[in-house]
């Protein structure tokens, strides 16, 4: 099974902010990877899909890079509704897994 | 407007079975895959399984051979059938439908709590 670590599990930041998370996979999975915003109490969100493409309606604050084994989630400026826990997940080969999360706080 | 409603959770005891339901409306349901994520209280996410269009199908490690996904598109329903339920199975299960002809989920329901005890 492929395994996703993603950094840092915690992270505190202030409106404005440019923030970065990062998903290391245990093996290549070219860019089949997506990231997902998840608020206390709701269901997740897709926010990126194939590495970097941004899913109709999320603001282009939100962009995702990478390839192979390591990606990243960048918010440029954050932004008070931004504050939730993002979590990558692997498409690339079945068992499909998701990251730990990282949770995104108010500094 | 494009939605997924589930229904079926409740508390069971350990060994007992539940069945979720998954109702799709306002998009061509059987064009896309379709997804089970569920998680514990307090944890993080966890990829069930997922039924194609073309009716295929794949589980996690967990729950092989104990759960069946399966799907009605003559009534957009997805299903969960889950049976050997143990206390690791407890969380908030999730349908989500995948964007199509991939594994990118892009709408999800709000879930179902399932509870497995004593």
């Known amino acids: 099974d492929i395994q996703l670590t993603q950094s840092p599990s915690f992270l505190s930041a202030s409106v404005g902010d440019r923030v970065t998370i990062t998903c290391r996979a245990s093996?290549?999975?070219?860019?089949?990877l997506a990231w997902y915003q998840q608020k206390p109490g709701t269901a997740p969100k897709l926010l990126i899909y194939a590495s970097f493409t941004l899913q109709s309606g999320v603001p282009s604050r939100f962009s995702g890079s990478g390839s192979g084994a390591e990606f990243t989630l960048t918010i440029s400026s954050l932004q008070p509704e931004d504050f939730a826990t993002y979590y990558c997940q692997q498409v690339n080969s079945y068992p499909l897994t998701f990251g730990g999360g990282t949770k995104v706080e108010i500094k | 407007e494009v939605q997924l409603v589930e229904s079926g959770g409740g508390l069971v005891q350990p060994g007992g079975s539940l069945r979720l339901s998954c109702a799709a409306s306002g998009f061509i349901f059987s064009v896309n895959h379709m997804t089970w994520v569920r998680q514990a209280p307090g944890k993080g996410l966890e990829w069930v399984s997922v039924i194609y269009s073309g009716y295929n199908t794949h589980y996690s490690d967990s729950v092989k051979g104990r759960f069946t996904i399966s799907r009605d598109n003559s009534k957009n329903t997805l299903y969960l059938q889950m049976n050997s339920l143990q206390t690791e199975d407890t969380g908030v299960y999730y349908c989500?439908?995948?964007?199509?002809?991939?594994?990118?989920?892009?709408?999800w329901g709000k879930g179902t709590t399932v509870t497995v005890s004593s």
């Open positions: 093996q290549a999975i070219s860019n089949y």
């Open positions: 989500a439908r995948d964007i199509v002809s991939t594994n990118y989920m892009d709408v």
